[in-house]
Structures are given as C-alpha cells and as structure tokens.
C-alpha cells in the first residue's frame, strides 16, 4: 500500500508487529528493524549494561548500525574508560555526540552547577538538543528500557511510533536486569566498573548516587529533586496514529554525515 501517493513507501501494521516482538527474542526484533530500517537506524547507549548487550547483539546481525553516545561532559571517567574498552573490544562503531555550545561557553553563561540549580535546562543542552540534531533523518532509534526499570515505562510498548515517523524501538522491554547479567556473562562481556560499587543506573556523575537495599533501580538519578528522565525519551511525543508506520521501499546508501 502506498503512502500519501508516493509508491516506494508502505504502511506497517505496527499494532500487529507488537502483537508478534512480545513473544520474539531481542535478536529477533534488531533483525526485523534493521532490515526493515537500514540504513536509517541507529542504537542510542550510555554504555549501561542493556544498550552493551544490544549493541554485542548488532555485532553479529547488523554491524554498521551507528551506536551513538552523547558525552555530555558530566560522565563519570570510570563511564568514558569502559567506553572506550567495549569500544576497542568489540570494534563498536560509536559516534560521540557533544552539546554544540562549547563547554567554556556554557561555564560562562550558566556556571558549573546548571544540574543542581535547573537539571531541565542542564539536560536539554547536553543531553536533548544533540540527539534532535543527530537524530535527523533517522527512521529507527533502538535504545535499551526495560518495562520493570520505573513505573513510567511498565507500559511501554515494544515497537513505539513517534512524531515525525520515527519508529522508537525496545528490544529488552521484556527483560529482567538478571536477563541482561546472563547473556553478559554467557559472553564474557565485563560490567560497568561502578556497578559493583552499588550504581544500578548510571547516568551524570553529579546526577548519580548507588542505590540502597531495597530501592528501585533508577532511585539514585536526581535523587532528591524530583526529576526522573532526562527528556531523551520524551522529547518526542507519539504520533497521533501509533499503530501504523510507513517504510521506505527504495533503500539507499547511509550517507557518511548521518547522525554524526
Ligand atoms: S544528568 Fe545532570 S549533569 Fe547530566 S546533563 Fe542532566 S542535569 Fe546535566
């Protein structure tokens, strides 16, 4: 079926691809949008332990997928060095992505405790604002929630259509944190160096603290000041029709410059 009469796009039934992801394994789902989006998608990670397993994952399924990074310049170094050793280990093809203000310019203006006095803000220049730029042209974005990580994803579907028909991707949504231990550890994949340390979720090191027996896994962002995302999964809203997509039927080449 075409779309808005253009014959090289088709809708997806999205409702009923859902319907089929909630019993596919996540290698199932990359295989699926990768082939259904490339050269238009990409993984965006932190380099917490769910978006290393997808991305290990993409190694073998779709190995050019970009895997972007957004180095907001507040990551703990322990963060940057496993980075940089996943990176070199598995040959990842990162693409780090940085606020267009340069950081003496942001000092200057804001000072360098924006994250206590206005996190919003904070996030939305280091955080937000790159990936809208890097997200241009993108059709598919995999990224690594989990549906049991907060109350505010339990509903999350797995294959969710945004503004702008882009395609928001979650191939763990069904996982548990133990899922994720395992296939690391059937991989031999190494952990964060701050996990052992009691850091569940890992963001900014300012915007970080370990959790405590028996808090849930994201209780230690922004602890204390009433913030729980960073505006990356809900700067774009879901499109009016969230059971459909359109698809590109004529692939083309990735450019060079996308997403960089
Ligand atoms: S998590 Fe904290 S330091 Fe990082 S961008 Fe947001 S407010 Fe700033």
New binding site residues.
Partial sequence: MSVDGDPNRSTLDLARQNEIFETTPPAGILRWVTETFAPDAVLTMSFQHEGVVIAHMLREIAPETPILFID?G?HFPETLAYRDELVSRFQLPIRNLSSTMPRPEFIEKYGDDL?QRD?DL??KI??VEPLQLALRGVRAWINGRRRDQASTRTDMKIAERLQGDMVKVNPLANWSSKDTFEYMTRFDIPTHPLFEQGYASI??A??TRPILAGEDERAGRWAGRGKTE?GLHTFLEPAEDESAASVDETRSERPDDKAS
């Fill in positions: 907001t507040y994250h996190p904070c996030c280091n955080k963001g900014c300012p915007c960073c």
